[in-house]
Structures are given as C-alpha cells and as structure tokens.
C-alpha cells in the first residue's frame, strides 16, 4: 500500500498533503509555485510510493464550478499523459480554507505566520485529504 497525495490547487500556489503509507494520517507536504507542479510531482514519484491523488473540487454554496476549474482540468489533463498510472479522485473542497485559516488561528502562531499564504494551501490540502480518508472509510 501506498501513500495517498492531495492536491489543493491554486494559480499561483499549491498546497500538498500526504499520508502515510497505511493511509491512515494526513499530514501537510508543502507548498508549490504551480508552473514547478509537475517537477515536483516527478521527484516526488519516483522517491515515494503513491497510490493515488486527490484533487480539490471548487465549487461555491450552490454547487456551481469556481474560476479555477478550468486550469484544474488543464492540469488534469497533462497529470494523466504524465502519470497514467495514477488514480485521480476528486472532492469538494468548499470551505477548507476557511477551515484552515481557523485552525492556523487557533494554534498559537503570530499574526505574520497565520497571514502566510502557503501555510493556508499546506493546511488546505491536508483537510482536503483528511476528508478523503474519512469518506474512504
């Protein structure tokens, strides 16, 4: 068995998260400037053993698809030529910035290390993929 990653996606920035190889702990990876995303990924393969990935789903309240969906199919679509190997699943990921901002706040950091921008897509994906576990199980 291997690891599951999760992949919260952003123009910019991506956070990553990853399990451990029973897929038990979701666990926050790093943040990734998103043009390095696939550079980062190849390393990332060929050191670990990774199952499958989970990508965010951007939707708003009402369940329709956010901006970012369109350069998420786009990665998507180059993912797949480059790791075709790899299962891709999907999941909503309304409110886990949210979430994260919350749960940055309430652990202890200063005002500067909460603000940070990597830290909340680090945080984000890890919640992305502690809901996936959750629903896995």
């Known amino acids: 068995m291997g690891q599951i990653l999760a992949i919260d996606y952003g123009k910019a920035r991506t956070g990553i998260a990853a399990t451990d190889d029973l897929q038990i702990i979701a666990s926050g990876l790093t943040t990734v400037e998103t043009p390095k995303l696939v550079d980062f990924l190849k390393k990332y393969f060929s050191e670990n053993n990774v199952d499958e990935i989970v990508i965010g789903l951007p939707t708003d309240l009402k369940g329709n ?7 998420i199919q786009k990665f998507i679509s180059v993912f797949e030529k480059e790791f075709p190997e790899k299962k ?4 909503d990921e309304r409110f886990t910035s949210k979430m994260a901002s919350f749960f940055i706040s ?22 992305l993929l502690q809901n996936f576990l959750d629903q896995k199980r």
């Open 65 to 71: 698809m956010s901006e970012i969906e369109t350069e």
């Open 88 to 91: 891709i699943n999907r999941l």
């Open 106 to 127: 309430q652990s202890g950091k200063n005002k500067k290390q909460r603000q940070e921008k990597g830290l909340i897509d680090k945080v984000s994906a890890t919640i």
